[in-house]
């Protein structure tokens, strides 16, 4: 059975995702705390399979006895118009919602592939490693270019950031994935994440918000 996505009201949305398109080191910050260089033109892809996916207004599964799952909150648009080679104007008229998203990672796993210089797919694409909240209509959201997002982990701040700090803003960072990659009606792209990714545990309680127009609370599976 595939996955299914539901407005913020309860509301399931009748769009199949087919693939999530992920976009890596798109806050500065979060570039420095990886030790890493940031993207000069282009941003950095890569994919999510649909099996990724999770719910996360329900308990939160993450696997067991591979090392440590780092969180990565991340703004995730829904993709409600077909998207190839499109302008920047296309990009924004084609997201129908905004909602929150980990990017669950096996960090352990993801800096032995580096090294090796090897793909790290198997870090970022397990099953589950999409938890995905419910969308908001992007009729109901703030401006693109001004989304808060936050994250805290037992009631201790973990992440905290804006869109305006992305290095490839939203509708420049749809053009650009939409050179390489179609977006079909579905589809979720993920914007990339602020600093302060960090380990997660069972049963440890999650409380996350974008902007004020989605508040929740979850908790990791023990």
């Avoid at 399931?12 to 000069?40: F, Q, R, W």
């Avoid at 960072?173 to 990659?181: H, K, P, T, V």
């Amino acid at each position: 059975m595939s996955f299914q996505h539901h407005w913020n009201d309860g509301e399931a949305i009748e769009l199949t995702t087919k693939k999530v398109v992920c976009a890596g080191l798109n806050y500065a910050l979060h570039v420095k705390e990886m030790n890493s260089k940031a993207p000069d033109t282009e941003p950095v892809l890569f994919i999510k399979p649909a099996t990724a996916l999770q719910d996360l207004h329900a308990p939160l599964c993450i696997p067991k006895n591979r090392g440590a799952v780092h969180h990565e909150l991340e703004i995730a648009l829904l993709i409600g118009r077909r998207l190839s080679q499109c302008s920047a104007a296309e990009a924004v008229g084609a997201v129908s919602g905004l909602g929150l998203a980990l990017d669950l990672t096996l960090r352990d796993l993801q800096t032995e592939l580096k090294k090796a210089g090897r793909p790290w797919e198997k870090a970022k694409g397990f099953d589950g490693a999409c938890a995905i909240s419910h969308f908001v209509p992007i009729s109901q959201c703030p401006p693109l270019d001004n989304i808060d997002i936050a994250l805290s982990v037992n009631d201790s701040p973990r992440q905290q950031g804006n869109s305006r700090d992305m290095l490839f803003p939203i509708p420049s960072l749809l053009c650009a994935i939409s050179e390489y990659f179609t977006l079909e009606p579905g589809d979720i792209v993920l914007t990339g994440t602020p600093e302060g990714v960090g380990s997660l545990s069972g049963g440890d309680q999650l409380s996350m918000s974008l902007g004020q127009v989605l508040e929740f609370t979850t908790r990791v599976a023990p």
